[in-house]
C-alpha cells in the first residue's frame, strides 16, 4: 500500500516543510535534520515508520517525512 494524498498533506504540515529525521549520525548527531523540503520536491519521501511487512499501516501516525538522505539510511529503506 501507499499512502493517499491526503496524508501525505497532512504529514507535510506537521513537519512543517522539514525533514523529521530525528536518527543519530555524522550528518545531524544530536537534532533533527536541517533539510528544508518542498511538499512536491523530488527530495520529499514519505516514510513508513512500522514497516508494512511488519503490520504498519498508511495511517498519519505511521508516516514520517523524510529527505532523500535521511530515507536511505532507514533500515527499511527500499522494502515493503
Not at 516543510?17 to 519521501?45: I, M, S
Amino acid at each position: 500500500m501507499a499512502f493517499s494524498e491526503a496524508t501525505k498533506d497532512a504529514a507535510y504540515a506537521r513537519s512543517g516543510g522539514r525533514c523529521e529525521c530525528r536518527r543519530q549520525d555524522g550528518y545531524h548527531p544530536y537534532a533533527r535534520c536541517p533539510k528544508r523540503l518542498a511538499r512536491h520536491g523530488e527530495e520529499t519521501e514519505f516514510h513508513h515508520v512500522h514497516a508494512e511487512s511488519k503490520g504498519g499501516g498508511d495511517s498519519l501516525s505511521n508516516c514520517e517525512v523524510l529527505c532523500t538522505r535521511c530515507h536511505k539510511a532507514t533500515a527499511s529503506y527500499g522494502r515493503s
